[in-house]
């Protein structure tokens, strides 16, 4: 699965969905935002890749890797890699 730019699937009521996005937002980083609450698709290509559960914040890479509910510590290790 590849994309041509980050997505991040999440709701605009979870926490960690909303300190992932103020993360992306500080430090210049690209995103698509899907909210799974009003994005039917979204919502459904989510629980596809997730086994059937609506896990938030999930992050689809241009690489095509997933992070799904990543801590702050493996979020900021995969965008400043070594």
Do not use: H
Request: aromatic share 10%.
């Amino acid at each position: 699965m590849e994309t041509k730019e980050l997505v991040v699937y999440g709701t605009s009521w979870c926490g960690s969905t909303r300190s992932v996005r103020r993360y992306l937002e500080a430090n210049g980083f690209a995103y698509t935002w899907v909210d799974i609450d009003s994005d039917r698709e979204g919502r459904a290509f989510l629980l596809n890749i997730t086994g059937g559960y609506a896990s938030v914040p999930t992050l689809v890479f241009p690489d095509g890797s997933v992070l799904v509910e990543p801590t702050m510590i493996a979020l900021n290790k995969k965008m400043q890699p070594e």
